[in-house]
């Protein structure tokens, strides 16, 4: 049996799990990797990436980044998440404000330590993207459309890095970049609907406040459209494998999620959406094993021929 002192310290790692989202770090790790074997670098050896020493401080510095960027948010959001995320927001008040902001500093520290370590580019890199998040959580987040395009562009990011340190500027990965992207932000899009009681009560400036649902759901659907593009290119084009049965299946739940966002006015049915668009993000994730690495050689070629 556990004491009552043990105790306390374990529902205090609970906590603090729950701050920092926990369950997304193994994802977003998972992902880069996945991303540079496959995608980014699919030229060299999967044991040799695995081993890369310097890859694996930049995935650990985005993870820990992100981490830190999840205490950030929270602590801003106190308030919000009392009225749009209750049970979790109780959750999360077993680490005190101070605590979590020690953790923040402290993680943060550590980032840039290990930045240095890779080269001052790496250093420089992580500073700014820091300072972003920070940004973001303390003022930018509260405003229409560019608090939704500043998360997303926030959550590429991490893939970003790991593109840097290849130098792989193959056009393909701007097609899955695009799609990715275009996915975070309708997600950014849904959230604004979910939360509008915790957003009003705390004067955020969203889209759904300001204009309506209605506007709201009408960028949506403009956004959910404009998927096509990227999915037409990776798949017509590029030639992506057996992805391409990813990005069909992407196609046919994106149209059953329309029609069901036009249906929904309720906090339950866009939590509903929002779990439907996440599932689309992780199960990429996993899908990224069936592209056809070939098609990062020839893909430019195909390209030109169009």
Known sequence: MLSRKNKIILMKFVGLFSVVRGYNIPIIILAQYLSAIFILAPEKRALYILLDFDLFIIVLASSLTIASGYIINNFYDKKKDLINRPNKSMLDRLVSQKTKLQVYFSLNFIVVFLAIIVSWRAFLYFSVYIFLIWYYSHRIKKYAFIGNLTAAILAVLPFFAILLYYKNLYEVIFGHASFL?????????????????????????????????????????????????????????????????????????????????WKSNSKEQYLLLHNVLKFLIVAGVFSIILINPSVLWHGEKLLRSI
Not at 192 to 219: M, Q, W
Not at 224 to 243: E, K, N, Q, R, S
């Open 181 to 261: 992207f275009l996915l975070l932000l309708i997600r950014e899009m849904i959230k604004d609907l979910e939360n509008i009681r915790g957003d009003l009560a705390n004067d955020y400036k969203t889209i759904p406040i300001l204009f309506g649902e209605s506007v709201s759901k009408k960028i949506i659907t403009f956004l959910t459209i404009a998927t096509i593009i990227p999915v037409y290119v990776l798949i017509d084009i590029f030639d992506v494998g057996y992805m391409d049965i990813y990005f069909y299946c992407c196609l046919i739940i994106m149209t059953f999620f329309l029609l069901s966002l």
